[in-house]
Every structure is written in structure tokens, then in C-alpha cells.
DNA sequence: CCCTGATTCGC
DNA sequence: GCGAATCAGG
């Protein structure tokens, strides 16, 4: 793989928006973080926040802290898949079908909290009581308290990616227990994720 | 251990 | 210019 003006592109996008130089690779693909961080000294969009070019010397910058505004802002949980990329244009002038979802009125009817949440991709299917395991389920609510309660970001190909919670609300978390070899989930959540279908027959109904 | 970025240096 | 190997941390 090469360092095609796209690539190049979409790693400076990325290392803009603070995601790692393995994310980056992986996105990229076909290089590793090394490569990435290699390119991206290369590209001396290293870091050094103000940096300012070759300033001679001046290290003693004072002024640490801006008392004006403190932008704590947590990593943005920024859906793992958004690609804000090329928006397909439909290039389709006609007529909106639908009328515009918002109204006029600038403001949000919506009773917020509960809703919109993009809700994302169908998550793993939450146990409803009656089809798991009486031991299983018991094991799972163990293992729910000893969660690492990981954000979505956090997540790697080894932590369990059971998200506990509701989406919705701040109430929400991935469990984080390491996750077995090959598997997405901890032990206790692959049990209740993965059972044999004579299992979820005989315990139906 | 898992992960992070930084640097070096042969290619 | 490139990136594996290595270093230095968390």
C-alpha cells in the first residue's frame, strides 16, 4: 500500500479527530500504526498543541491554563462507523418526497432523553428472562456488577462488547470483561448470546 | 498484558 | 519517503 492523496486524506482527517494510529491503520488499512505514526511525523502534523512552526527557542511558554473557557470535553463518543465522507449527493432536485421532518418552529419537539438515539445497529439481543437459563442469567447479572463499564470507544477485539444499559440514558456501558479468543463477548455474555438451539427449544414456551 | 505515541535507521 | 524495531510510557 501507498500514501495516495486519499489515504493521506483520510489519515490526517483521523489523527485531526484524535483517533489513535492503530485505529488509523486499521481504517486504512494494509499499513500498521507504525507506518501511520511514521507518516504522520513525516507530515509534521505531529502534535504540540499551538506548536507554531520552528520557534527557536521560547519553551517557557507560560499561560498554562486559558481561565476564559474550560472545554472538558470527554472524547467525543463518536459512533465507530461514521464516515462523514462524500454525502451521495441524489443529485435529484425533484420534489422532497417527504416534507421536512423538522418543523419550522426551530425547535425540537421531541421529548428528548428517550428517542432519537440513532440506537445504532441491531445490538445483541437483550435476555428476556424466559429463554435464558436460570444459571446463565444468574451469571450474568454476577458478571454485569463487575463490569469494567467500558465506553464504546474503549472497546477492543478483546473486551466484551455486551452493552448493559439503556442507549439512551447515561445509564449505558459496555460489560469490557475480557472477551474469549474469537469470540465478542466475555464468557457469561457468550452464554447467554450463544446457546444451542435443542437449549432455547426445550426451555420455550 | 493491553494500549499509546516517538524515534531510529536500514532500505 | 517508508515503516519495522525499538523505546518510553499509561
Not at 483517533?19 to 499499513?31: D, N
Not at 440506537?119 to 456488577?145: D, T, Y
Not at 467500558?150 to 460489560?175: H, N, Q, S, V, Y
Request: charged letters at 25%.
Amino acid at each position: 500500500m501507498s500514501w495516495t492523496d486519499e489515504r493521506v486524506e483520510t489519515l490526517k482527517r483521523m489523527w485531526a479527530e484524535g483517533q489513535s494510529a492503530s485505529q488509523i491503520a486499521k481504517e486504512l488499512g494494509g499499513v500498521t500504526r507504525n507506518a501511520v505514526i511514521g507518516k504522520v511525523h513525516r507530515l509534521g502534523l505531529s502534535n504540540r498543541v499551538a506548536g507554531g512552526k520552528e520557534e527557536d527557542e521560547a519553551e517557557a511558554a507560560p499561560a498554562p491554563a486559558a481561565p476564559a473557557a474550560a472545554p472538558r470535553a470527554e472524547p467525543r463518543p463518536e459512533p465507530v462507523a461514521a464516515r462523514p465522507e462524500a454525502a451521495p449527493r441524489p443529485a435529484t432536485p425533484e420534489r422532497p418526497a417527504a416534507a421536512p421532518a423538522a418543523p419550522a418552529g426551530n425547535v425540537m419537539p421531541i421529548p428528548l432523553r428517550k428517542a432519537i438515539v440513532p440506537a445504532g445497529q441491531p445490538l445483541p439481543p437483550q435476555p428476556s428472562a424466559n429463554e435464558i437459563s436460570p444459571e446463565a442469567l444468574a451469571s450474568v447479572r454476577e458478571v454485569e456488577k463487575r463490569a469494567r463499564k467500558l465506553t464504546l470507544m474503549e472497546l477492543t477485539e478483546r473486551t466484551c462488547k455486551w452493552p448493559i444499559g439503556d442507549p439512551a440514558t447515561d445509564d449505558f456501558w459496555f460489560c469490557g470483561l475480557p472477551s474469549l479468543p474469537g469470540k465478542p463477548y466475555c464468557e457469561a455474555h457468550v452464554g447467554v448470546a450463544f446457546q444451542p438451539m435443542s437449549a432455547r427449544r426445550d426451555r420455550r414456551r
